[in-house]
T-cell receptor, first 114, second 112 residues
């Protein structure tokens, strides 16, 4: 088995601030994802990385940057936090080379912008 | 842009009852559907997946797929309070099977 850890668990920022969220997995998975979830609703894909050194934009990439530092870690940066923004950011991973494989999720980072 | 529509938005069933959740994709290239379950305050976990026409059963959970209409449904029999959760449907297509598009979810409450 493996585990995905996300830090921090809670993140409080100010409007206009640049904020970074981190994700680590020890599954040895190739592919990693960042999703945003608003108010217990569906997940929207922000960025994903098929393998180390790869970076792909999802449907919601505007306002975000991402970085795949190494195979096990994937970071997401909110480039300018929006006032009153509240959402949960979920990191996920899946084995590479397997087109149809289960995605495993981390516990999430809950963002609040004052 | 592919859309995945789920219905109903919320559902209340009595304990021991049957819960039926629906999901449809608007993308004709979709060939794989996933159902994830997310308990309150927790992360989503995969429940079942299906890519062939017909049905697939695992314990109290049954998934149906109609590929012609791109419609899948999840049925939970003998519903338990522990089944209360947000159920997320996702779809993927072709050689981008690693990229899922999620629906907005169905919130299920099982009333004891």
């Amino acid at each position: 088995g493996g585990i995905i850890t996300q830090t921090p668990k809670f993140l409080i920022g100010q409007e206009g601030q640049k904020l970074t969220l981190k994700c680590q997995q020890n599954f040895n998975h190739d592919t990693m994802y960042w999703y945003r979830q608003d108010s217990g609703k569906g997940l929207r894909l922000i960025y994903y990385s098929i393998t180390e050194n790869d970076l792909q934009k999802g449907d919601l990439s505007e306002g975000y940057d991402a970085s795949r530092e190494k195979k096990s870690s994937f970071s997401l940066t909110v480039t300018s936090a929006q006032k009153n923004e509240m959402a949960v950011f979920l990191c996920a991973s899946t084995p590479g080379g397997a087109n149809y494989a289960e995605q495993f999720f981390g516990p999430g980072t809950r963002l609040t912008v004052l | 842009q592919q859309k995945v529509q789920q219905s109903p938005e919320s559902l209340i069933v009595p304990e021991g009852g049957m819960a039926s959740l629906n999901c449809t994709s608007s993308d004709r290239n979709v060939d794989y559907f996933w159902w994830y379950r997310q308990h309150s305050g927790k992360s989503p976990k995969m429940l079942m997946s299906i890519f062939s026409n017909g049905e697939k059963e695992e314990g109290r959970f049954t998934v149906h797929l109609n590929k012609a209409s791109l419609h899948t449904s999840l049925h939970i029999r003998d519903s338990q309070p522990s089944d209360s959760a947000l159920y997320l449907c996702a779809a993927s297509s072709g050689n981008m099977g690693y990229k899922l598009t999620f629906g907005t979810g169905t919130s299920l409450l099982v009333d004891p």
